[in-house]
């Protein structure tokens, strides 16, 4: 059984500040690992994609993979208050699909 | 990003009644696209993987006779829900891989959410 875990939250942030998530898996085998965000009462959109153990950066994003530990994480800089949502960690496995996570809700108050 | 429409974005049905709802890949063609349901304060469950020109691979429990998939077409899958029940209501969501980036990487279309009352 494939399993992504990460902390249901609320992870709360003042505004400007670092929002870290974390994100476990217990596939080893997992190669391709995603970041989505997910508004209330809206679907998924794709924020990270990393594959390589080590940082990812784009824009306000940083993503971190450490396959040893089987962890992932992303770094939120700058958190805006419009970042409010959750975030669902997804792995992928054999043929293509993903395990996704419950997802974290973070919060950025102004 | 690779765009993905889905349609109906709701719908209201009669227990018992069966409901269509169609995904579109916009600006690319999907051999394959995924099938997903999310219920409130869930995450989203894979349901299905369905693929252009043949049958779809349903995930261990759920119904392949009650959850009907057809992939036509390179650009649209169309999910029905047969005989639905008030414990169907969820929120349907599809998605496709873009051949033209990375293999790996789905796309969400906007999600159905369907209400069987």
């Known amino acids: 059984q494939k399993e992504v875990e990460q902390n249901s939250g609320p992870l709360s942030v003042p505004e400007g500040a670092i929002a870290s998530l974390n994100c476990t898996y217990s596939?080893?085998?997992?190669?391709?690992f995603f970041w989505y965000r997910q508004y209330s009462g809206k679907s998924p959109e794709l924020i990270m994609s990393?594959?390589?153990?080590g940082d990812k950066e784009d824009g306000r994003f940083t993503a971190q993979l450490n396959k040893a530990s089987q962890y992932v994480s992303l770094l939120i800089r700058d958190s805006q208050p419009s970042d409010s949502a959750t975030y669902l960690c997804a792995v992928q496995g054999r043929y293509s699909t993903l395990t996704f996570g419950k997802g974290t809700m973070l919060l950025v108050s102004p | 990003g690779a765009v993905v429409s889905q349609h109906p974005s709701r719908v209201i049905c009669k227990s018992g009644t069966s409901v269509k709802i169609e995904c579109r890949s916009l600006d690319f063609q999907a051999t394959t696209m995924f099938w997903y349901r999310q219920f409130p304060k869930q995450s989203l469950m894979l349901m299905a993987t369905?693929?252009?020109?043949?049958?779809?691979?349903?995930e261990q429990g759920v119904e392949k006779d009650k959850f009907l998939i057809n992939h036509a077409s390179l650009t649209l899958s169309t999910l029905t829900v047969t005989s639905a029940h008030p414990e169907d209501s969820s929120f349907y969501i599809c998605?496709?891989?873009?051949?033209?980036?990375?293999?790996?990487?789905?796309?969400f279309g906007p999600g159905t959410r369907l209400l069987v009352l």
């Open positions: 369905s693929n252009e020109g043949s049958k779809a691979t349903y």
């Open positions: 596939d080893r085998g997992s190669q391709s």
């Open positions: 998605s496709a891989r873009d051949p033209g980036g990375r293999s790996e990487t789905q796309y």
């Open positions: 990393i594959y390589s153990n």
